[in-house]
């Protein structure tokens, strides 16, 4: 069991910039990948983002080039800044963090989402 905390969420004018965190606690010792989502109404989740090993990246399409995912070395924290936001970037967007306890035993855990508005 993990607990992740998402914050950042909020009503921005297209254009504008948000910085979402998430941050992991409880059992983990260490991260595996963490990611971040996204869900739409009436959409199934997508992946956004996600970071993994050292600082090895992947992004949805239609974020590259705005969104930049990024992770604290100091702790298991993940962090998106997003740029040039789009009507289209409007959802719930979730934080997914996989990674093991103390022991090596696997672990994974999913934030409570935090909703992101862009109006035009």
């Known amino acids: 069991q993990v607990h992740v905390v998402e914050s950042g969420g909020g009503l921005v004018q297209a254009g504008g910039s948000l910085r979402l965190s998430c941050a992991a606690s409880?059992?983990?010792?260490?991260?595996?990948?963490m990611s971040w989502y996204r869900q739409a109404p009436g959409q199934q989740r997508e992946l956004v983002a996600s970071?993994?090993?050292?600082?090895?990246?992947d992004y949805a399409e239609s974020v590259k080039g705005r969104f930049t995912i990024s992770r604290d070395n100091a702790k298991i924290a993940v962090y998106l800044q997003m740029g040039s936001l789009k009507p289209e970037d409007t959802g719930v967007y979730y934080c997914?963090?996989?990674?093991?306890?103390?022991?090596?035993?696997?672990?994974?855990?999913w934030g409570q989402g935090t909703q992101v508005t862009v109006s035009s």
């Open positions: 997914h963090v996989d990674g093991t306890t103390a022991g090596g035993s696997p672990v994974e855990g």
């Open positions: 409880g059992s983990i010792f260490s991260y595996n990948a």
């Open positions: 970071i993994a090993g050292e600082s090895s990246t």
